[in-house]
């Protein structure tokens, strides 16, 4: 069973930084995507950057230049700077796995979510 560990959120200060981690774990024949996508109280879950294997990374207009992803072998991060208040939000991990069990088929995971608070 595959699944998806998030941490590092938390309250910070606007300006601030904080790194969020997605750990994958379980059987896994390959990742093909890992992204992070947010939703604020009374909004839709959208998203933040993703990672695809071999197409690159594509991030939100609105965190270009202050948050970046990243990732090593089974863990995806983001590290977001100059936090602001307006991106305060949980924020989930996303994958797009190949299993062990079914290497042609791709199934999606989602992280529990984690909460990021800004405070002005």
């Known amino acids: 069973q595959v699944q998806l560990v998030e941490s590092g959120g938390g309250l910070v200060q606007a300006g601030g930084s904080l790194r969020l981690s997605c750990a994958v774990s379980?059987?896994?024949?390959?990742?093909?995507?890992m992204g992070w996508y947010r939703q604020a109280p009374g909004k839709q879950r959208e998203l933040v950057a993703v990672?695809?294997?071999?197409?690159g990374v594509n991030t939100a207009d609105s965190v270009k230049g202050r948050f970046y992803i990243s990732r090593d072998k089974h863990t995806a991060y983001l590290q977001m700077n100059s936090l602001k208040p307006e991106d305060t939000a949980v924020y989930y991990c996303?994958?797009?796995?190949?299993?062990?069990?079914?290497?042609?088929?791709?199934?999606?995971?989602w992280g529990q979510g984690t909460q990021v608070t800004v405070s002005s």
């Open positions: 379980g059987s896994i024949f390959s990742i093909n995507a």
């Open positions: 996303n994958a797009h796995i190949s299993p062990v069990a079914a290497p042609t088929a791709v199934d999606i995971y």
């Open positions: 990672l695809t294997t071999g197409a």
